[in-house]
């Protein structure tokens, strides 16, 4: 496949155009919708020619499920952290508030490495619901089975006391809780006006999520 002219000139280039790119279409996807965002638009926005996206991205769909992927990836260390997950390195409560720190920290990490992936995430359940469903599948419900499945176990092991339900409920909230902070936060703009938080805001997050979990838990008596 020959490239672009503009962006024959070097790896690096091409990396950054593609993460331009990516960037751009999950903002103007987040904030006028899949269907209300076309390539023409996301070229322009990003800077770059209608060819360079396609090149780095193929399909608008594809383009969609890409940006996903790229957050999704198994090479992130929200991913890693998960799959290092395991209930054997956590014989009683103190050490599951431990790991329990140590992922929400990594978590919101990644929620700050990709804050515009949870606005594009919200706005696909509100316009997409079948679309979402489809993704969601694919990239987020095995993280969160992945958890639900050591929260059940360490129950089981009678290190928590705390029923299939209420998992569930912590489990969701968590993630109520980032969506709602990194689809608002404190402005403080990006290429295309959406609101990033402070440094400090997110430091008052994590402590908060870190508070939230013991509060939702207690340990087996």
């Known amino acids: 496949m020959n490239l672009p002219s503009h962006e024959a000139t070097g790896t690096g280039q091409r990396e950054t155009a593609r993460k331009r790119i990516f960037r751009t279409a999950a903002q103007l996807f987040a904030e006028r919708g899949f269907h209300g965002t076309s390539i023409r638009d996301i070229a322009a926005a990003s800077e770059v020619s209608v060819s360079t996206v396609l090149y780095h991205a193929g399909s608008k769909q594809q383009l969609l499920e890409r940006i996903l992927a790229d957050s999704f990836s198994g090479q992130t260390p929200l991913l890693q952290a998960a799959l290092q997950l395991d209930p054997a390195a ?11 720190d140590a992922f929400i920290d990594v978590l919101i990490e990644h929620s700050v490495e990709f804050p515009q992936t949870r606005r594009l995430w919200l706005r696909l359940l509100l316009d997409e ?19 639900m499945t050591l929260l059940q176990t360490l129950r089981d092991r009678r290190i928590l006391a705390t029923s299939d339900e209420q998992l569930r409920l912590f489990v969701a909230s968590i993630d109520w809780i980032l969506d709602g902070f990194f689809s608002g936060g404190n402005p403080t703009g990006d290429a295309l006006g959406q609101p990033l938080p402070h440094a400090a805001d997110v430091q008052h997050l994590a402590a908060f999520l870190k508070a939230h979990g013991r509060s939702f838990f207690t340990p087996r008596s």
């Open 129 to 147: 619901p079948e679309l979402f469903a489809k993704l969601d599948a694919e990239y987020s419900r095995p993280l969160v089975e992945r958890v």
């Open 90 to 100: 956590m014989p009683d409560f103190e050490a599951f508030l431990s790991a329990h």
